[in-house]
């Protein structure tokens, strides 16, 4: 039995502290700090994560047999290690192995070290602005410019004219989001699909494909957010697709990462497009991603709990997994008004409950807070509103029924999620 501590305080972790309790190895739930919907089932604690210390403490004296690491910047900041020299389990990777994310650059040159199909590309460091702009003055368009370092999702610009490329360079050079360099690399055709891999540092299990919407505005337009809204399976990834990202994706980046001394362990958020029969990566993440998490988690048929904690040992235990696609799962993601830019806090929400009637309908908190017994909300992305469906239509008209009894000043949602693949 698990004894499990779950880091992180989003709609992904309660969708994850959601399914750790559902599992039968678990015996007991600590978040920390969690969220008012995930306080409602989990005991939500605070402790400060960026202090490793005071998270090996808590772990050693309440015998936590798992910790479960949610987001990518205690990830990038050597959590894991940290417990891991404490003796203590993490599904979660190393400070060393977090860099696929944590550095584009990093990640690109792993990729053309072990072949895995990505975008060709060119690295920058802090100290070639100038090179830079003669690179991207002579680049095919458009032309995609990313920042190296964390940058929450802001990095990326894919330009569509040389002026907007160069403007993309000065404004990374610029020192908005630090002193990393940049990578420019060719502009990738296709769909964008989301597949996650449980991998244990040697072996991985992939679970159902999802596509999130990350524009704002309906039609995928307006500005970039964390994402609005996704669906699972996608059925734009074939079984053929998986079998191609198993064997040209993760099992090389399982094997070169091994090779390289930094084996990982964790959840490999696959970011690809694909075009026909082609597959390329567009970008790893260290983690679960944001809200398709909600989706994967929905269809999985699986003791989780288990699962990770296999997978943190470097056991990986399949047995633990009875079915990765069962039907179907949307998740609306409803934001604050102004999200991605500046928005309102604080606001009253009410309709959850009315909302949570049908049996099929979860309401993930992802920006929310609790004041005298009241429900506010507390950031850019509000509530995740998740059905399960026998059918994605069916899991679509469930969710978006849901969504109408639902409100709060300022109630904003895209109303074509999955509408692409209806
Ligand atoms: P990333 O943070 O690397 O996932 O980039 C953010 C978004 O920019 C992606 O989800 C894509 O929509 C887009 N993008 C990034 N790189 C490329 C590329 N090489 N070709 C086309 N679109 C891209
Ligand atoms: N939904 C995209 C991400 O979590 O990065």
């Given at each position: 039995m698990e004894r499990i501590?779950?880091?992180?305080?989003?709609?992904?972790?309660?969708?994850?502290s959601s399914a750790l309790l559902r599992s039968?190895?678990?015996?007991?739930?600590?978040?920390?700090?969690?969220?008012?919907?995930?306080?409602?089932?989990?005991?939500?604690?605070?402790?400060?994560?960026?202090?490793?210390?005071?998270?090996?403490?808590?772990?050693?004296?309440?015998?936590?047999?798992?910790?479960?690491?949610?987001?990518?910047?205690p990830l990038a900041e050597g959590l894991?290690?940290?417990?891991?020299?404490?003796?203590?389990?993490?599904?979660?990777?190393?400070?060393?192995?977090?860099?696929?994310?944590?550095?584009?650059?990093?990640?690109?040159?792993?990729?053309?070290?072990?072949?895995?199909?990505?975008?060709?590309?060119?690295?920058?460091?802090?100290?070639?602005?100038?090179?830079?702009?003669?690179?991207?003055?002579?680049?095919?368009?458009?032309?995609?410019?990313?920042?190296?370092?964390?940058?929450?999702?802001?990095?990326?610009v894919v330009a569509?004219?040389?002026?907007?490329?160069r403007d993309a360079v000065d404004m990374m050079y610029d020192g908005v989001f630090g002193s990393?360099?940049?990578?420019?690399?060719?502009?990738?055709?296709?769909?964008?699909?989301?597949?996650?891999?449980?991998?244990?540092g040697r072996d991985m299990i992939t679970l159902a494909p999802a596509q999130d919407h990350k524009r704002i505005g309906d039609g995928d337009t307006g500005k970039n957010t964390g994402g609005m809204g996704a669906y699972a399976p996608a059925p734009l990834v074939t079984e053929a697709h998986l079998a191609t990202i198993r064997q040209k994706?993760?099992?090389?980046?399982?094997?070169?990462?091994?090779?390289?001394?930094?084996?990982?362990?964790?959840?490999?958020?696959?970011?690809?497009?694909?075009?026909?029969?082609?597959?390329?990566?567009?970008?790893?993440?260290?983690?679960?991603?944001?809200?398709?998490?909600q989706c994967v988690l929905s269809v999985l048929d699986a003791d989780v709990a288990a699962l990770f904690a296999s997978a943190a040992r470097g056991e990986l235990d399949a047995s633990t997994v009875r079915s990765t696609h069962v039907g179907f799962a949307c998740n609306v993601v409803l934001a604050s008004k102004g999200y991605p830019d500046s928005y309102a806090k604080g606001l009253p929400i009410i309709g959850i409950t009315a909302a949570e009637i049908d049996p099929q309908v979860?309401?993930?908190?992802?920006?929310?807070?609790?004041?005298?017994?009241?429900?506010?909300t507390n950031g850019g992305r509000v509530l995740g509103v998740t059905a399960a469906g026998d059918t994605l239509a069916d899991a679509v008209g469930r969710a978006y029924r849901a969504v109408d009894k639902i409100e709060f000043h300022g109630k904003t949602y895209r109303k074509d999620i999955a509408a692409k693949a209806l």
């Open positions: 501590l779950l880091i992180g305080s989003g709609g992904r972790e309660h969708a994850l039968s190895s678990c015996e007991k739930l600590w978040v920390a700090p969690g969220n008012p919907g995930i306080a409602r089932d989990a005991e939500c604690i605070q402790l400060n994560v960026s202090d490793h210390l005071a998270v090996a403490r808590f772990c050693l004296k309440n015998n936590v047999t798992l910790v479960v690491i949610g987001p990518e910047q894991s290690d940290a417990l891991r020299e404490e003796n203590i389990d993490v599904f979660g990777p190393s400070q060393a192995a977090a860099q696929l994310e944590s550095s584009k650059g990093f990640s690109k040159d792993f990729m053309a070290r072990h072949h895995i199909p990505t975008a060709p590309y060119r690295r920058f460091t802090s100290a070639q602005h100038a090179d830079a702009l003669t690179y991207t003055a002579q680049h095919a368009l458009p032309v995609v410019v990313k920042y190296d370092g964390l940058a929450a999702g802001k990095g990326v569509t004219t040389h002026d907007e490329a990393d360099g940049i990578v420019i690399e060719g502009f990738l055709i296709g769909h964008e699909a989301s597949v996650f891999a449980i991998c244990d994706i993760v099992r090389p980046l399982l094997d070169g990462m091994r090779e390289e001394g930094m084996p990982f362990i964790g959840c490999l958020f696959c970011g690809l497009m694909i075009d026909g029969d082609e597959v390329n990566v567009v970008e790893f993440n260290v983690r679960f991603g944001d809200p398709e998490t979860t309401v993930y908190h992802a920006g929310t807070s609790e004041q005298d017994g009241e429900l506010l």
